[in-house]
């Protein structure tokens, strides 16, 4: 692995490359008006939440490092000390990377970009009605970050004063990920989609787990499951048992081959074929693929009873 020291970069690379690797980050549009009313929409990638009681989140605009000139959303914010911060989805990336070009301030990004501007309720700037997710937001404190050594960005801390969310994300009371369909920012001019089809669950355990130090030798040093596989079957609060009754099947269960049940992404089916081999039914590899297969089903305790047979 290279390593490299900010420093040996020229401040382009060294942006480029912190961007590239923190990523994908979430963009927080940002809508502000400054003392004469003027609106102002821009996109912040430098952007996240940091408290919830009170609620807390930052965004980080920058001073220009070439011409030294301030963000127009720093100035606005600093002078009302009011905004609101509105989610992206997919359906306005488009039309929200019309509001990163350079208009002046006396230019309303509101109309060069066609968003609809909603009244805030307890702030002066809009929030953006297109978008699934905005929050009204006041100033709590900004930080210049190392101007004692030329450094040229902020930290806005802004305390949320009011959410607002579209009915039609929302199932049971709580926002479902894949009805907001929201990007994120990357290196380059690369985004990502949080798409429902990239999107996956992960329970953080509610207490303690055995660790991957804790799996037995034949499963930790598998030639087949991987560092993932692992980390799954190492997140139980204790080591499993065989379980004799696994697997059972019905008289009528039927399976093709292992490697055709395999492909479609039948681990059960497999594992039949496998039990009904008697020169096969304790092949170690078999039994991790099956495992592995098992796993990428969300199946743990089908996966620890398979990997249990050898």
């Known amino acids: 692995m290279r390593t490299i020291l900010p420093d040996e970069l020229s401040h382009r690379d060294r942006h480029q490359l912190l961007l590239s690797g923190v990523s994908p980050r979430p963009i927080a549009f940002v809508s502000s008006i400054d003392a004469h009313g003027v609106s102002n929409l821009a996109p912040y990638s430098f952007f996240n939440a940091f408290a919830s009681k009170p609620p807390i989140v930052a965004i980080g605009p920058a001073?220009?490092?070439?011409?030294?000139?301030?963000?127009?959303?720093?100035?606005?914010?600093?002078?009302?000390?009011?905004?609101?911060?509105n989610a992206v989805s997919y359906a306005m990336s488009a039309a929200m990377n019309i509001t990163s070009s350079e208009y002046g301030p006396e230019v309303d990004e509101f109309i060069k970009a066609g968003f609809t501007k909603a009244p805030s309720t307890l702030v002066k700037p809009p929030f953006v009605a297109e978008a699934p997710f905005a929050m009204e937001c006041r100033l709590m404190e900004n930080i210049e970050l190392r101007r004692d050594?030329?450094?040229?960005?902020?930290?806005?801390?802004?305390?949320?004063?009011?959410?607002?969310?579209?009915d039609s994300v929302m199932v049971d009371g709580v926002i479902d990920p894949r009805r907001m369909d929201l990007v994120a920012r990357m290196g380059g001019s690369y985004y990502a989609r949080a798409h429902s089809s990239v999107i996956f669950e992960q329970q953080q355990p509610p207490r303690p787990v055995i660790g991957l130090d804790a799996l037995p030798d034949h499963i930790r040093t598998s030639p087949v499951l991987t560092g993932r596989d692992l980390a799954i079957l190492a997140s139980v609060p204790e080591l499993p048992m065989y379980d004799g009754s696994f697997p059972r099947f019905d008289t009528e269960f039927r399976a093709d081959a292992a490697e055709i049940e395999l492909a479609a992404g039948n681990a059960m089916a497999a594992l039949y074929v496998l039990m009904n081999d008697a020169e096969r039914r304790h092949d170690r590899i078999m039994l991790h693929r099956i495992a592995a297969c098992f796993l990428a089903h969300g199946k743990i305790d089908e996966a620890w009873q398979t990997l249990l047979m050898e």
């Open 149 to 166: 050594i030329g450094g040229n960005g902020n930290l806005m801390l802004l305390e949320v004063v009011a959410f607002h969310v579209a």
């Open 63 to 85: 001073i220009a490092a070439k011409t030294g000139r301030v963000k127009d959303t720093w100035a606005n914010i600093m002078a009302t000390g009011e905004c609101t911060i």
